[in-house]
């Protein structure tokens, strides 16, 4: 077989992966990465059991859950702005 070039080799991926969303569907194959991410709610509640080992009630910990969730996307907020200040003041 000749040596493919990049684009070749970026089409046949991305067939492949066409191929496996449709054997496997899409939801399926980026389970992990959507659990993983900052705005699901199993990523905060594994955030929130290890920052708290001991508390056991269930709802107890997903309202903390929620509330380290909101303090995130409240820092995400506050960062977002200074940096937007910092680039208007710049110009």
Do not use: N
């Amino acid at each position: 077989m000749a040596a493919s070039t990049p684009s070749e080799r970026s089409q046949r991926a991305r067939a492949a992966v066409l191929v496996a969303h449709a054997k496997h569907g899409p939801e399926k194959m980026t389970e992990k990465a959507r659990a993983a991410a900052p705005s699901s709610d199993a990523y905060w509640l594994k955030q929130a059991s290890q920052l708290l080992p001991d508390l056991d009630d269930f709802e107890e910990l997903a309202r903390r859950a929620d509330f380290l969730k909101r303090a995130y996307f409240a820092q995400l907020g506050a960062r977002r702005a200074r940096l937007a200040r910092q680039r208007r003041d710049s110009e």
